[in-house]
């Protein structure tokens, strides 16, 4: 059996990414690959944006892939870098447009690139060798939300396939589709809309009347209850009462699932016995790039969280 250890978000953090694969007791090859004798890296995607190491994640990260010494599925920055470099042929523009707030969120991956070309194209054209999720079996990897039926559909659009084609991509950047709406869940997570009049303001400063779910959580009542987040955010979530079913049934019986994208902060728990998230928040003062070690177990255990705290220089 093989066993892994699964990184979370990294978003640039290239100094803490060497770090935690370092006390994780990776080390570099004559070939400069982080390797492990007997263990495998799973990345949750998120490499880019944000921190000052674009390009020495892509590095690193698609160096151990091909070497075979890492996997990853991936994540939502990932598929926005995709679309805003992509154009609609219908209409001439870029399937992600270029605004002001686009370009801001991607500003660091773009200044990284802004005079080598070539290279951009290429780190765009290796996401798209990236997988939406990963089903090993024993184990599911995705970004932000393992949605059974948003997954059975992307597969019987595709003929199976887990990577994100040209028709699937065109498609899911139309919100008035079903796969926006697939995408959405699985690399951005379920999301409810809060009461009228309510909403809060995200990490990056933007006023949300939509929020993000604790999607398996049955035991959520409450619009603060159910919401998954920044703590700094929770205390603008209201305490009503949430109408409706809007969780997604995985099962403590299910393989583990290991998610990222979700900003936690504090020390690393677990979600649920068969979920848990790695990614804290690395990009932020304070943050902290997790590990979970998984050696094969069903049910997962909190002492088997590893983590580095952010590396700035």
Request: proline share 3%; glycine share 8%.
């Amino acid at each position: 059996m093989q066993n892994y250890d699964i990184i979370g978000d990294i978003h640039g953090c290239s100094l803490t990414l060497v770090s935690l694969l370092s006390d994780l007791g990776y080390e570099q090859d004559t070939d400069g690959v982080f390797r492990h004798a007997e263990r495998k890296v799973i990345f949750l995607g998120d490499f880019i944006d944000r921190g000052p190491g674009q390009r020495e994640v892509i590095s690193i990260v698609k160096q151990m892939i091909t070497a075979g010494s890492a996997l990853s599925v991936m994540g939502n920055h990932e598929y926005n870098a995709i679309a805003y470099a992509s154009i609609d042929e219908k209409t001439g523009t870029h399937l992600r447009p270029h605004t002001d707030k686009n370009a801001k969120q991607h500003l660091a991956f773009l200044e990284a690139y802004a005079d080598d070309e070539e290279a951009y194209i290429t780190a765009i054209g290796w996401f798209r060798t990236l997988p939406l999720w990963l089903d090993l079996g024993d184990l599911r990897i995705i970004h932000a939300c393992w949605d059974k039926d948003e997954i059975e559909k992307i597969l019987d659009f595709q003929n199976g396939s887990t990577l994100l084609s040209d028709r699937l991509l065109h498609a899911s950047c139309n919100k008035h589709s079903w796969q926006f709406d697939a995408i959405e869940t699985i690399l951005k997570g379920k999301e409810i809309a809060l009461p009228e009049g309510q909403h809060f303001h995200d990490k990056d400063g933007n006023i949300r009347r939509m929020m993000r779910i604790r999607w398996w959580d049955r035991f959520a009542r409450t619009y603060k209850e159910a919401f998954l987040g920044p703590d700094n955010a929770s205390a603008h979530i209201p305490d009503d009462e949430i109408s409706g079913d809007y969780c997604i049934d995985y099962m403590h019986d299910e393989p583990p699932v290991f998610l990222g994208h979700f900003w936690m902060e504090g020390r690393p728990e677990l979600l649920a016995p068969n979920i848990a998230c790695t990614d804290y928040s690395v990009a932020k003062a304070g943050g902290k790039l997790v590990a979970y070690r998984w050696d094969g177990e069903k049910k997962l255990d909190k002492n088997k969280f590893v983590f580095v705290n952010r590396v700035d220089s």
